[in-house]
């Protein structure tokens, strides 16, 4: 009887022991954390955004992630924006940081003789005025397929040359279609005959 107590007392604490090692490794705690996480980047991507959003046929989730990647990680900000912050909102300079909503993301800061291009969506809706194929083949390859000069070719295509596509060009399918998705939602910048649909 007592060796009986003693067997199920182990088994109960095996068990147990299992148990919480399951719990630790595929437990709802974790799957219920990444959830809630993605719903946090998405949240703070939405109200990160420096310029107000048209959601009109697009994917809300996925337009905040993309905000999410390009206002809080990618940077983009600052070599598409010229300049990148307004009058009296430059961080770099102390100030409270505010940025150039006018120019967001429009382009035209010069590298030297490299000048970066304008991203926001043309007449017809396209970031870049490229579609997501070409945007996606862009941001992975650094091809210029725009080939515009000056470009240094290697062997015999012509590689962006300022551009961080080795790094960007790392991101998954469903990061790159929300940048390309939160692009698709920003105002248009340039003239009229561009962003006139
Ligand atoms: C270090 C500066 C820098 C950063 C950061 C940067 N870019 Fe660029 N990008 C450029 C420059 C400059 C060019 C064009 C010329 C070149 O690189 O040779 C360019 C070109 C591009 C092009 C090609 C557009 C076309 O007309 O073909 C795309 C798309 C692009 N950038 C998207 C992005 C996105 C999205 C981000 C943020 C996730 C980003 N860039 C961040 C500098 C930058």
């Not at 939405?46 to 994917?59: A, E, Q």
Request: charged residues 20%.
């Amino acid at each position: 009887m007592q060796q009986t107590h003693t067997k199920s007392a182990l088994l109960g604490v095996l068990c147990l022991t299992l148990f919480m090692g399951y719990v630790r490794a595929h437990g709802p705690d974790d799957e219920a954390e990444t959830a809630t996480e993605h719903e946090s980047r998405i949240r703070i991507g939405l109200s990160i955004s420096p310029v107000p959003l048209n959601l009109v046929k697009k994917n809300r989730a996925l337009v905040g992630l993309g905000s999410y990647i390009v206002n809080a990680q990618g940077g983009c900000n600052d070599c598409h924006t010229n300049p990148p912050f307004a009058e009296g909102g430059d961080p770099f300079l102390g100030q409270p940081k505010h940025i150039n909503q006018a120019g967001y993301l429009g382009g035209g800061v010069a590298f030297g003789p490299f000048v970066s291009r304008n991203l926001t969506p043309n007449r017809l809706g396209l970031p870049a005025g490229l579609t997501y194929e070409r945007f996606a083949e862009t941001m992975r390859t650094g091809r210029d397929l725009k080939n515009i000069p000056p470009a240094v070719p290697s062997e015999d295509v012509n590689l962006l040359q300022v551009m961080p596509w080795p790094v960007y060009g790392e991101m998954n399918d469903r990061d790159m279609r929300a940048v390309y998705e939160y692009l698709r939602a920003i105002p248009c910048v340039g003239s009229a005959t561009r962003c006139t649909p």
